[in-house]
């Protein structure tokens, strides 16, 4: 099986894939898990996955430069519990599942504009709780809500915004007299320096260990899904090549908070993961 990966298809320069897409298959339920085990390693071999963590609120961080998130990631706490901790004033230890949860669809949620109707929505929540959880966030990342309202001012001014790279994301909505077009495109401005950016750093990881691994049949670079990047390693080298994977991946770029790559080995992908 060969998918076909596509370089400028999507609005924010992610490669997609097609004839089969092999980026969507589902992580979590038990059907998307059982196509995972389908990818197996021939003899000899297993299957090594290296997913970056958090990128885009990584990416968030350095560039809206908030003090208490880039202390979070800087000390190595799992950002949503910190989160929550904040949000609930509560103690990290004392940061319920539940807590962690809601935590967690704002952290991802506001980076892809999502309004409180849609956190509601999200959590099954009334609007006005869900606004309040939105307001007690933004006064704990003060720099993440001022860095939401210039990027959009920028966006207006120019017509695009850029990732970290340069790369320009182009709004063509951003002044539509059409005010769903017009909100869809300032939750594209919010969101597409993030998704951009880290789209680009995955792409310098793959050249950086192309050129390390490349005329190597110890190791094989199968599939690029996201923020994961899937392998086929000879046992006895698994060692060697996952740090050299997790090193590439993790001097990709410098941001203010450090760049974490989670590296796993399976017989198949599911395991891998």
Known sequence: MHTSYNQAVTA???????????????????????????????????????????????????????????????????????????????????????QRRS????????IYGMSSFGLSNQLGIGRAEAQKYMDLYFQRYPAVQQFMTDIREVAVEKGYVETLFGRRLYLPDIKSGNAILRKAAERVAINAPMQGTAADIIKVAMIGIDNAIRDNDEIKMIMQ??????????????????????TEMEKAISLKVPLIAEVGVGENWDEAH
């Open 103 to 110: 935590a967690k669809a704002i952290n991802f949620g506001l």
């Open 225 to 246: 899904v996201h923020d994961e990047l899937v392998f086929e390693v000879k046992a006895d080298k698994i060692d060697h090549y996952s740090q050299l994977i997790k």
């Open 12 to 98: 924010t320069g992610r490669l997609s894939s097609s004839d089969p897409n092999l980026q969507n298959i589902p992580i979590r339920n038990e059907e998307g898990r059982r196509i995972r085990q389908a990818f197996v390693a021939r003899e000899g071999y297993k299957i090594v996955a290296a997913d970056y963590s958090q990128i885009e609120l990584r990416i968030m961080a350095h560039l809206s430069n908030d003090e208490g998130m880039i202390n979070a990631f800087a000390e190595g706490k799992d950002i949503h519990r910190a989160t929550a901790a904040e949000i609930f004033g509560v103690e990290l230890g004392e940061v319920t599942s539940e």
